[in-house]
């Protein structure tokens, strides 16, 4: 999916600090950070701003480990109040939403963008929490049981976080039980909007509206229950599972590695075992099962009528 870095929103706190709070030296840097952030939105050409996005999420990684790791230890102590009282602390802590729920707040706002894409697929989506890299989400609504759908949605959902978050570990999502009378849409049309990033320069990189193409990957009669299949799609490997009379695709390699999963992979019921490593994954879904670590990553797929189509996505990075 498409970058977009919005590093610093006006650089203003969430609770605007009074403008004598701060030192004068540390209110006319922010003055005179949001005077270049402008400048470079007008000015600079696309290579100067990728590069200036890639600082800044390479800044916000290193400053945001840092802090988070700082609050955790002030409130273990007792001592996160009385340290906040300090106008520069406190506009540090605000920058990088330390308060409570800042995480899962960054997160619903890297979402915000999806929904559309999201609803049109009659799902909805709620941010449940965030810790530490790892953001827990519930799909529900129409499409939330539907094995194409809810692949597509998640890919969607998860490269949105991976682009959004410079800190993003993984995804764990609930899936709300479907609402009667749901009918499979089978060919999603809609497109996914471009997400916001985590860094907060707002539109300091215009992304091209990614879309997503359909490519026919293998008859589904391949993939009977219990069979896992490795197919090439545009030069990708893609791994196909059949259970229970339903499909799932994913990424073919083992997480963190370059090996393929196809190349012996077994089913224990819905567990997926990785033929190098022993690693073992929920097939519904890609979650790691035997250690915290990466999931699978997740291909959107769908079935028209006899035939199985992987979704690629085109306009940004995927």
Same mark, same amino acid.
Request: with cysteine.
């Given at each position: 999916?498409?970058?977009?870095?919005?590093? &610093?929103?006006?650089?203003?706190?969430?609770?605007?600090?009074?403008?004598?709070?701060?030192?004068?030296?540390?209110?006319?840097?922010?003055?005179?950070?949001?005077?270049?952030?402008? !400048?470079?939105?007008?000015?600079?050409? $696309?290579?100067?701003?990728?590069?200036?996005?890639?600082?800044?999420?390479?800044?916000?990684?290193? @400053?945001?480990?840092?802090?988070?790791?700082?609050?955790?230890?002030?409130? *273990?102590?007792?001592?996160?109040?009385?340290?906040?009282?300090?106008?520069?602390?406190?506009?540090?802590?605000?920058?990088?939403?330390? %308060?409570?729920?800042?995480?899962?707040?960054?997160?619903?706002? /890297?979402?915000?963008?999806?929904?559309?894409?999201? $609803?049109?697929?009659?799902?909805?989506?709620?941010?449940?929490?965030?810790?530490? #890299?790892?953001? !827990?989400?519930?799909?529900?609504?129409?499409?939330?049981?539907?094995?194409?759908?809810?692949?597509?949605?998640? @890919?969607?959902?998860?490269?949105?976080?991976?682009?959004?978050?410079?800190?993003?570990?993984?995804? $764990?999502?609930?899936?709300?039980?479907?609402?009667?009378? @749901?009918?499979?849409?089978?060919?999603?049309?809609?497109?996914?909007?471009?997400?916001?990033?985590?860094?907060?320069?707002?539109?300091?990189?215009?992304?091209?509206?990614?879309?997503?193409?359909?490519?026919?990957?293998?008859?589904?009669?391949?993939?009977?229950?219990?069979?896992?299949?490795?197919?090439?799609? *545009?030069?990708?490997?893609?791994? &196909?599972? %059949?259970?229970?009379?339903?499909?799932?695709?994913?990424?073919?390699?083992?997480?963190?590695?370059?090996?393929?999963?196809?190349?012996?992979?077994?089913?224990? #019921?819905?567990?997926?075992?990785?033929?190098? @490593?022993?690693?073992?994954?929920?097939?519904?879904?890609?979650?790691?099962?035997?250690? $915290?670590?990466?999931?699978?990553?997740?291909?959107?797929?769908? /079935?028209? %009528?006899?035939?199985?189509?992987?979704?690629?996505?085109?306009?940004?990075?995927?």
């Amino acid at each position: 999916m498409a970058r977009r870095a919005e590093a &610093v929103a006006d650089l203003a706190p969430a609770a605007p600090l009074a403008a004598d709070a701060l030192p004068a030296a540390v209110a006319d840097a922010v003055e005179r950070l949001t005077e270049l952030v402008a !400048t470079v939105e007008s000015d600079a050409d $696309e290579r100067v701003q990728g590069l200036l996005v890639d600082l800044l999420r390479a800044v916000d990684i290193v @400053h945001r480990a840092g802090l988070r790791r700082l609050d955790a230890v002030l409130r *273990e102590a007792d001592l996160r109040e009385r340290v906040l009282i300090n106008p520069e602390v406190r506009l540090l802590f605000d920058l990088y939403d330390l %308060g409570d729920d800042g995480d899962r707040l960054r997160a619903e706002a /890297v979402l915000e963008a999806a929904r559309p894409y999201i $609803e049109s697929h009659g799902g909805q989506l709620a941010v449940l929490d965030a810790v530490g #890299g790892v953001v !827990t989400v519930r799909l529900a609504g129409a499409c939330a049981g539907c094995v194409g759908s809810t692949a597509t949605l998640r @890919h969607v959902i998860e490269q949105a976080l991976r682009d959004g978050l410079p800190d993003f570990e993984r995804m $764990e999502v609930e899936i709300a039980p479907e609402r009667p009378g @749901h009918v499979h849409v089978r060919s999603p049309s809609a497109q996914p909007a471009s997400p916001p990033g985590l860094i907060q320069i707002d539109n300091l990189r215009r992304p091209e509206r990614p879309t997503l193409d359909w490519r026919s990957a293998m008859p589904v009669a391949e993939v009977l229950p219990g069979t896992v299949r490795g197919v090439a799609v *545009e030069g990708l490997g893609v791994l &196909v599972v %059949g259970l229970d009379g339903e499909v799932y695709a994913y990424r073919d390699v083992c997480p963190g590695t370059p090996l393929p999963l196809a190349s012996g992979a077994r089913l224990e #019921g819905a567990t997926l075992v990785c033929p190098w @490593h022993g690693c073992r994954f929920d097939i519904r879904g890609g979650r790691r099962l035997d250690a $915290e670590g990466s999931g699978l990553g997740v291909m959107p797929i769908a /079935v028209v %009528g006899a035939e199985i189509r992987i979704g690629v996505l085109r306009g940004g990075r995927s």
